[in-house]
């Protein structure tokens, strides 16, 4: 047999049929369900009159929509309170595992579904959620799909799929003090731009890769989306078992131990073809911030925001005048000179233990600057209670941050958590877009360590100066 | 499904790059339970002013664009989220074509499990049919589009192309593999039991 790749290897034992318009039917192991990107599919199934053919293949949870404070006398919005209600009413309808609201293992479905063992290695993983990416730091193929898809899934278990093309992407060397794996994936991006991973599924290698831990990872895939590619992937490895060992939903016994010989199976083989690849050095990173209203207009927190009289196109020059005025910004400026009003530490790219580990450890003994606003939402009950037994809580507190509970929160402003018109932001989530936390909200993105540094700084600081490293 | 086969109408011109799914559908409008009535928030954080009253220089709020059909967009259209309540609201506003250089792939995929069809020309060819004005007619089955007297070519994958004229059920399709999905189940039970 030709060498394969991860994503060859996992393609090939999903397929369950090739049909005749050439599409393949490709088999879904596992079905991540949340309240926004559902109710349209239980009632399709409904109106078909169709049952939901596997049940036990979904893991469901309320996330967009729910407060993050004061969770415990119910969701105030009336739509959003809807919406979680029609969740809870279909999955009992339909007989699928659900973590209620106020339980511990309720959070954002990214980070929910690693923490349980839900996700696998070498296991096909969707959701009606484009951050689905996240999973593939695994070694599973995660994607992200459209709600008529969740519907094909509950139905069939399938998906119609063509195949996609695969694309390597090498960080080589050591990660700088200060810096994590939030500033890789916006360096990579950066790099290639928002639809550079387009038609491709990205396999992450090198030394600073494997060097990685498994949340790490987490971080790195979950913002392939934003590189325009639908899945991220990183080979399983000994990191990988040592994390999955012992999660509620990981296999034990005997079938962990075929499980285990599977899964080191998986990596690519050693000649396998990429169509596409990109080379990193990492070691001379600097930490990475987002200027302008797409992840790809990034650069280094010591450089300047740009001018549009010095880009290429009068296309790119348009472009760059919209997102520099939508984010009231002068060309010339410091990066280390622009204010913040709000710093969100949270969201399934970084709400994380280790993610808020690493926040805490910029925070600890300083204070949030006057006139800012800071939150911590941790991504899931689990992590909270984690943070609160290692005392991050307390330093957070302390420092004057908010300390909330887990849902998506200011990532998207569905729930009450929202920039307000012209409020800017040092945000840890995935997306600038405009609009997204909030009308006329001005999000910058940058790692938990970059995050708690402009909160106590009051703007856009060198974490590695804080660190003294 | 509505079958797709030929469509002349009104082409509205949004050439900007990167258009995102949290602009063509903002978040407030995704608690909805439903797939229709999202056609008036299209667009809503540039269509509307904070008043929510209608900014006039948006390419929607003008005639004849506030009929249009097909919308002409920009490279990396529909980049963002997997949100269906993209087409949802494009299909709900009158929109059953877009055209423009790419797309991001979760949008596609989308755009087809609602009969829009997502239609890729150069940028060149977007502009072109943007300046020749309205009407423009596409035609599925042959695989054109008109616009002022000038027909381009355009690709399609055969299978894409058999959904949207037949206007095919998706998951009735792939129920007719109900066998093999079946073999597939037992195969994997022995192969790997812990999945
Ligand atoms: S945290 Fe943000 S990106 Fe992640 S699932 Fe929630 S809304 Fe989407």
Redesign the pocket.
Known sequence: MSPRTLYDKIWEAHLVATREDGTSLLYIDRHLVHEVTSPQAFEGLRLAQRPLRKPAAILSVA??NVPTSNREAGIADETSRLQVEALEENVKAFAVPYIPLLDDRQG???VIGPEQGFTLPGSTVVCG?S?TSTHGAFGALAFGIGTSEVEHVMATETLPQRRSKNMRVHFEGKLPEGLGAKDLALRLIGQIGTAGGTGHVIEFTGSAVKALSMEARMTLCNMSIEAGARSGLVAPDETTFAYLKGRPMAPTGTQWEQALAYWRALPSDVDAHFDKEVVIQVDGLAPQVTWGTSPEAVLDVTGRVPDPEQTGSPADKEAMLRALEYMGLVAGTPLEEVPVDVVFIG??TNGRIEDLRAAAAVAKGRKVAVGVRALVVPGSGLVKRQAEAEGLDRIFLDAGFEWRQPG?SM??GMNDDRLEPGQRSAST??RNFEGRQGRGGRTHLVSPQMAAAAAVTGHFTDVRRLLGA | MQPFTTLTGTAAPLLRANVDTDLIIPKQYLKTLVRTGLGQHLFAEIRYDDSGAEKPDFVLNRPPYRAANILLGGPNFGCGSSREHAPWALLDFGIRCVIAPSYADIFYNNCFSNGILPLVLPLETVEAIAAAGNPVTVDLPAQTVTAGGVTHRFDIEPGRKTTLVEGLDEIGKSLANLAAIEAFEAKRGRETPWL
């Open positions: 996330d967009h954002i479905v990214h959620d951050h969201s399934c998506c990532c998207l989530s995935n």
